[in-house]
């Protein structure tokens, strides 16, 4: 069974430009959830997805945005990029169905904002 | 909001020696889970260890235990025989399961991770 898949893996970007990464829960899950991880403030939730819906969002400006589609693959889209939004972007699934699912999370991608 | 707490940024242990490593949490909710996870150079999060609240014995896997104290809000975790493999860097996390926790079931709170060093 595969794991969490996420794209792309290592990227640099420019500041003022946006960014979309992608993510492919394991098969049959149906919640994806997103966070970023940064040596200053650790690991921080972004958002969570499930059937479609967002049902949980952090504490994050409304540059971070993201959506899921029918077969459960999510996107997260960061616009008009800062500095500080050079982070490792790990992306976690589950089933969602039961609180107590075990959330797998993926190897993330590396995004420098130069 | 909750927090979780991991005083120790750093840890090391010989190989083969048992080595513990603290996590506090602080919550108002009854119902919830407790999460060790392990970030090895790899940069992906794999779970070692998950408690339920409700459960009063404490989880075991394998080298892997943990000591829970609801009462104290203490969640540290135990790793026995390191080996070399087991160097990372550890994070405890906490996840609503409360149905009126506002959707932060749908969320994990981590602490900011202890490195732990193996030495051979």
């Known amino acids: 069974k595969a794991g969490v898949t996420q794209t792309p893996r290592y990227l640099i970007k420019t500041r003022g430009q946006q960014v979309t990464l992608s993510c492919s829960p394991i098969?049959?899950?149906?919640?994806v959830s997103w966070y970023q991880q940064t040596p200053g403030q650790g690991l921080q939730f972004l958002f969570e997805?499930?059937?479609?819906?967002?049902?949980n969002k952090g504490n994050f400006p409304g540059r971070f945005s993201g959506r899921q589609f029918s077969n459960s693959r999510s996107e997260m889209n960061v616009s008009t990029l800062e500095l500080g939004d050079s982070a490792l972007y790990l992306c976690?699934?589950?089933?969602?169905?039961?609180?107590?699912?075990?959330?797998?999370f993926g190897e993330g991608s590396w995004l420098t904002v130069v | 909001a909750q927090t979780v707490t991991q005083s120790q940024p750093e840890m090391s242990v010989q190989e083969a020696e048992t080595v513990t490593l603290s996590c506090t949490y602080d919550?108002?909710?009854?119902?919830?889970?407790l999460f060790w996870y392990k970030q090895p150079p790899s940069r992906q999060m794999i779970l070692v260890i998950r408690?339920?609240?409700?459960?009063?014995q404490n989880a075991t896997e394998n080298r892997f235990s943990v000591n829970f104290q609801k009462a104290a809000k203490s969640f540290s975790l135990k790793i026995s025989d390191s080996q070399l493999g087991d160097a990372a860097m550890y994070f405890c996390?906490?996840?609503?399961?409360?149905?009126?926790?506002?959707?932060?079931?749908?969320?994990?709170?981590f602490g900011k991770g202890t490195l732990l060093t193996v030495n051979p």
């Open positions: 976690a699934s589950s089933s969602g169905q039961i609180v107590g699912n075990t959330i797998y």
């Open positions: 098969s049959g899950h149906r919640s």
């Open positions: 997805y499930f059937s479609e819906t967002q049902r």
């Open positions: 408690q339920e609240a409700y459960k009063q």
């Open positions: 919550t108002s909710e009854s119902d919830y889970y």
């Open positions: 996390a906490y996840r609503s399961a409360g149905l009126n926790s506002g959707g932060s079931n749908y969320k994990l709170t």
